[in-house]
T-cell receptor
Framework: DTAVSQTPKYLVTQMGNDKSIKCEQN?????MYWYKQDSKKFLKIMFS???????INETVPNRFSPKSPDKAHLNLHINSLELGDSAVYFC??????????????FGPGTRLTVL | GENVEQHPSTLSVQEGDSAVIKCTYS??????FPWYKQELGKRPQLIID?????GEKKDQRIAVTLNKTAKHFSLHITETQPEDSAVYFC??????????FGTGTRLQVTL
């Protein structure tokens, strides 16, 4: 009955590899997000999708490509991984009902380590 | 875009004392201000939020105040307990979905 889930929880890989992180929410929310949290704990939004449509695309290298097959899933694919990509990646979701901002529910995070 | 500054970066208080964390934001269009708590190795979780039509909100031992004129908002935790130890993040939202987070405050409650 986990609300927002991510796989894998840990990911260790070599520079130059391509990897994907998957996210699923069972809350019936319309909006999903990807955040990056670096070693200093800074939490920065990368992407946001609303009903499978991209609505936020921050200044992120185009090696990062989000994909939303349906509104319950938002995956993140990263090409040609670099050392600086090492971080914890959080998926989140919110309802964003008309007229207000809503609580964002975070997944457990995926710790990516690039060697 | 929105810029959120948060102070202090670390805060140590004795159990039972109060803790105050302050944030300022830059975008006058921001009208939603949540606070998230992140325990070590865990996900951020919402603890309280405030919207721009309200100046203060309280939930048991935590309260948030908002001064829209000065563009700052604060988190107040009273009667702190060891389980309050965590990193706290403020955030501001100028439009639907887009949250800009502060840099975080590591709160340590000592016995």
């Amino acid at each position: 009955d986990t609300a927002v889930s991510q796989t894998p929880k840990y990911l260790v890989t070599q520079m130059g590899n391509d990897k994907s992180i998957k996210c699923e929410q069972n809350l019936g929310h319309d909006t999903m997000y990807w955040y990056k949290q670096d070693s200093k704990k800074f939490l920065k939004i990368m992407f946001s999708y609303n009903n499978k449509e991209l609505i936020i695309n921050e200044t992120v290298p185009n090696r990062f490509s989000p994909k939303s097959p349906d509104k319950a899933h938002l995956n993140l694919h990263i090409n040609s991984l670099e050392l600086g990509d090492s971080a914890v990646y959080f998926c989140a979701s919110s309802q964003d009902s008309a007229g207000g901002r809503d609580e964002q529910f975070f997944g457990p995070g995926t710790r990516l380590t690039v060697l | 875009g929105e810029n959120v500054e948060q102070h202090p970066s670390t805060l140590s208080v004795q159990e039972g004392d109060s803790a105050v964390i302050k944030c300022t934001y830059s975008d006058s269009a921001s009208n939603y201000f949540p606070w998230y708590k992140q325990e070590l190795g865990k996900r951020p979780q919402l603890i309280i939020d405030i919207r721009s039509n309200v100046g203060e909100k309280k939930d048991q031992r935590i309260a948030v105040t908002l001064n829209k004129t000065a563009k700052h908002f604060s988190l107040h935790i009273t009667e702190t307990q060891p389980e309050d130890s965590a990193v706290y993040f403020c955030a501001a939202s100028p439009w639907a979905s887009k949250l800009t987070f502060g840099t975080g405050t590591r709160l340590q409650v000592t016995l």
